[in-house]
């Protein structure tokens, strides 16, 4: 029996990360977590509780409410969201993190990284499922930098900014990642929201609501020169351990990252930071699509002259047999060349 959509990606990204070793964490499973409680010692984390996540999504076809799990840290709290260090307690530290399509929300990349590896141990694993800007609403708009990175984290920010806000409603569009590996991009005409939606959406921010928001816009190789450039700030405890790029019709990358050792000196914390990956370069959507169309071209050419060979081996029986040389059924070579493809 073949597996689910749901089930093919589960078993990717079990590739990718041993859960069997030590006590793990997932970060906003919904209704479809990752890592199963039958499948390793895990516990799940989320802003909201269960009975909230299924008044939230109670009018969402694409959720399934009886699948949402029992939530085990709830982050939301009566002064707003607590610190994951706080809310995890005595339960940490944990062995690995998984956070699927979540990091590009977080209003302050800095400081929730941070309260990751306090949470983890040395040489603890954190996996990300990351969307691929080229291939999702976030076509248009323009990438993110570790400046804003910067800006966000001394401001302490706890929500999506009026930048991260504005720009995903003035460039969202409508696109399959199919059509986007095909270079359909759509134009600046086809976005979705006009100007007076994007403002009204950044006053809604300003006027103190947590908009939810593609907050920072990843390539595969935007993510790996970031998270290194922080690492040279001294701002994160993570190098990358493993990248995934985006594969062929798909529209995520997927990331390993490594928590370094507490209590490092300087030299060693600059070696150890130089056993991550630093660079990368993105594969290029058109010749994928190219490659994929050429190798289909040749398999049908292969198999072309396959069936070529075969005319010509029967054309040849057909010849050298007795009723051709009496001049029986077959007229000539030509009527027998004509049977024999029109079987």
Same mark, same amino acid.
């Given at each position: 029996m073949s597996l689910s959509p749901q089930d093919h990606r589960r078993a990717k990204l079990m590739t990718f990360l041993d859960v069997t070793k030590g006590p793990g964490l997932e970060v906003g499973p919904l209704h479809s977590p990752i890592v199963t409680k039958d499948?390793?010692? $895990?516990?799940? $984390?989320?802003v909201f509780s269960q009975d909230q996540l299924r008044a939230n999504y109670a009018n969402d076809p694409a959720v399934s409410l009886a699948d949402i799990p029992e939530i085990d840290f709830v982050l939301s709290g009566p002064e707003g969201v607590r610190r994951l260090p706080e809310v995890v307690g005595t339960a940490a530290?944990?062995?690995w993190m998984i956070a699927s399509h979540v990091v590009e929300h977080v209003p302050d990349l800095i400081a929730w990284l941070a309260e990751i590896a306090e949470i983890l141990d040395d040489g603890g694993r954190l996996?990300?499922?990351?969307?691929?800007? +080229?291939?999702?609403?976030?076509?248009l708009r323009p990438v993110t930098t570790v400046g804003q990175m910067l800006q966000a984290h001394d401001l302490g920010?706890?929500?999506?900014? $009026?930048?991260? $806000?504005?720009d995903l409603t003035r460039n969202a569009v409508r696109v399959s990642a199919d059509?986007?590996? +095909?270079?359909?991009?759509p134009d600046r005409d086809e976005r979705i929201h006009d100007l007076a939606a994007a403002v009204s959406e950044a006053q809604r921010v300003r006027d103190g609501i947590y908009v939810d928001s593609h907050v920072w816009i990843f390539t595969p190789s935007l993510f790996v020169e970031q998270v290194a450039e922080l690492g040279r700030l001294g701002l994160s405890d993570f190098v990358v351990e493993k990248?995934?790029?985006t594969t062929l019709n798909d529209l995520e990358f997927y990331a390993v990252l490594r928590r370094l050792p507490r209590g490092l000196t300087g030299d060693e914390l600059v070696s150890a930071r130089a056993e991550g990956i630093t660079e990368i370069t993105d594969d290029d959507p058109a010749r994928e699509r190219i490659?994929?169309?050429i190798e289909k071209l040749e398999s049908a050419i292969r198999a072309g002259v396959q069936r070529t060979e075969e005319l010509e081996e029967e054309l040849a029986q057909v010849r050298a047999s007795e009723r051709w040389r009496l001049g029986g059924l077959v007229a000539s070579p030509a009527a027998a060349l004509k049977r024999l493809l029109t079987r």
């Open positions: 499948m390793a010692d $895990v516990c799940y $984390v989320d530290p944990f062995a996996l990300l499922a990351v969307p691929d800007r +080229r291939f999702t609403f976030d076509i920010e706890t929500k999506p900014s $009026v930048r991260a $806000v504005f059509d986007a590996w +095909r270079g359909e991009v990248i995934v790029p490659d994929a169309e």
